[in-house]
Every structure is written in C-alpha cells, then in structure tokens.
C-alpha cells in the first residue's frame, strides 16, 4: 500500500492543475470521460482484466460464457470497491491523509519496513522466474518434483471448462487474486482516482464515473468474449497464438509485475533512508 498511497499522491497533486481546463460544466464533464476512457483502456491490457480472460476463453471444450462473465465482474468489482474507498478517503481525508503519510515515511522504522517488502517481493519474482541457467533448472526440478507442469490448466478446466461444474470457487479466487496482485501497479486507475477526487468531487457524479471507468477496463475482454461465441472460427486463431504465448510466460508476467512493484518499492525506501 505504500506504493499505492505514493502515486495517489502524485495523482492527485496532478489533478489539481488539470482540474482548471477539466472544470468547465458538460464539456469538462466529457473530456474529464474522455480521459477516464483513454486510461481504462490502458489498464485493459493488464494481467487479470485480459490475460486472464483470454486464457480462460480458450479452455478445451464448451465455453462457459457465463463463468467469464463471473470472472470479469468480479474483477470489475473488486476495482470498484477499492476505487470508491479510495475516493472517499481522498474526499474527507485527503490533505489529512497525505500529511499524516509524508510524516510517517519519514521516520526510520517505515522505511525500512518498505526495503524490506520490495526485497520480498524482488526474491519471491525471481523465484518464480529465474534469470540464470541453474536457478531455471531448479524451478524445473521443483515443478517436476509437485507434477505442477499442467496444473494451471487443471485449474482453468476446473473454472470454466468441461469439469467446470462447482467450479466458482477457484474462479473468484482466480479474479480477487488478481485484483489484489494488481492493484498497487494499476497506475492510471490511481491517477484516474485522482483526477476525479480532485474535479468531481460531488455525489453521486464522481461514484458513477469510478463505476464508468471499471466498466470500461473489462470491456475489450467482453468484446473478445462476444468474438468468440458468435465468432467463433474468425477468432479462434488468434486467441490461440495468444493462448499458447500466455500459457508460456503465465509465471514470467507474475514475476515482472513483482520484481517491479519491489524494485518501485526499493528505489522509494533507499531514497527516503
């Protein structure tokens, strides 16, 4: 969360000077949307809100279309919820907020608190996708030694393919672990945050627009998911190539999210000590 309260920080302080050319009734309304979507958008190619969903629409078998709906409103949720505590702690708090948090970074114990959490977290990325030849070889011995070559399409079958019944379980702890691995890297949805605290901070206008940009985050994997029930062979193809790709670096994207999370994190705490 240290990482998450810094940028909000930094998007809020820049939404204060957008917030001259974005406050100007229906038309800043619409261009404050209009930014809203461009950002959504770029968090749309994220790991949980389109990787997942791809690989989830190309499991063996019938698609289960209503278990990816699950999953993505799960997804957009969970975004949502966060999104709106965190506005509403911008809205009451958040001068507040910063002060008491530039205070406590300060102070020798959190940071390092934080070096710690971001060593954690680079040694746990590079544990799951090792840079050198003999770490590479012992992750294999690991994963022969637990079976776990084919476990993540065990799992994906288990949610949302043939063997899918009783199968809600894994998929929303599939959809809340990705929020929750996700969230403190999603930076234009934190600068998005921002930006809306600082325009719009009126209800209900400001929780409709949280509430839009989580909508539009899912919705290029609900366009995939459209292509691929009533367009089935068109798509196929292309979703396959895309599958098979992320079935391969499924760990090494985990890893990068994580190694830069801990290398953000790092960078932040020594400079602070």
């Known amino acids: 969360m240290t990482g998450l309260h810094a940028v909000a920080a930094s998007a809020v302080g820049g939404a204060d000077v957008a917030a001259d050319w974005l406050d100007g009734g229906p038309e800043g309304t619409l261009a404050l949307l209009g930014v809203l979507m461009v950002l959504a958008l770029i968090d749309s190619t994220s790991f949980g809100t389109l990787l997942i969903p791809v690989w989830l629409l190309m499991a063996p078998g019938r698609l289960h279309a209503g278990r990816v709906l699950v999953y993505l409103g799960v997804v957009a949720g969970a975004y949502a919820v966060i999104g709106l505590l965190l506005l509403a702690g911008l809205a009451l708090f958040g001068n507040e907020l910063f002060a008491w948090f530039a205070q406590a970074r300060e102070s020798q114990a959190f940071l390092l608190g934080q070096a710690a959490l971001a060593a954690g977290l680079i040694w746990y990325s590079l544990r799951l996708d090792p840079m050198t030849k003999a770490g590479k070889a012992k992750k294999r011995k690991r994963e022969a030694a637990r079976r776990s070559a084919d476990r993540v399409s065990r799992f994906r079958n288990r949610a949302v393919g043939e063997g899918a019944q009783g199968g809600v379980v894994p998929l929303l702890a599939l959809a809340l672990a990705a929020v929750g691995m996700e969230i403190a890297t999603l930076l234009p949805y934190l600068a998005g945050i921002g930006l809306v605290a600082a ?73 602070g000590l």
Not at 199 to 214: D, H, K, N, Q, R
Not at 257 to 266: N, S, V
């Open 199 to 271: 325009t719009a901070p009126e209800l209900p206008g400001s929780a409709l627009m949280i509430l839009f940009y989580c909508a539009v985050m899912i919705m290029p994997a609900v366009v995939l998911l459209a292509g691929r029930i009533v367009a089935h062979r068109l798509v196929e193809g292309p979703l396959s190539r895309l599958e098979g790709f992320l079935s391969r670096h499924a760990h090494g994207t985990i890893a990068l999210i994580l190694f830069l999370l801990g290398l953000f994190l790092g960078l932040n705490a020594l400079e």
